[in-house]
């Protein structure tokens, strides 16, 4: 096997390691519903009652949320 070949198959071992550890370290729904929530109370000057509302809404509901950000493609498409 040639030196380039072999190098481009290292490059394809590394891309799969990187993509295992990056799937690795995924953001659970409530880490992303809480950065959602800041997000909107700075930008909305919510008060901090108001966020306490927000918060129990999607506490209630179990899987409210903004949608998996790491999702490229909607599976209805």
Request: aromatic share 6%; glycine share 10%.
């Amino acid at each position: 096997m040639s030196r380039h070949r072999r190098a481009w198959r290292w490059v394809g071992v590394l891309a799969w390691v990187l993509a295992a550890a990056a799937g690795a370290s995924a953001v659970t729904l409530e880490q992303q519903n809480e950065a959602m929530l800041d997000s909107l109370q700075q930008v909305h000057g919510l008060s901090g009652a108001q966020m306490d509302a927000l918060r129990e809404i999607f506490r209630r509901s179990g899987y409210m949320g903004q949608g998996n950000p790491d999702v490229a493609r909607h599976p209805d498409t």
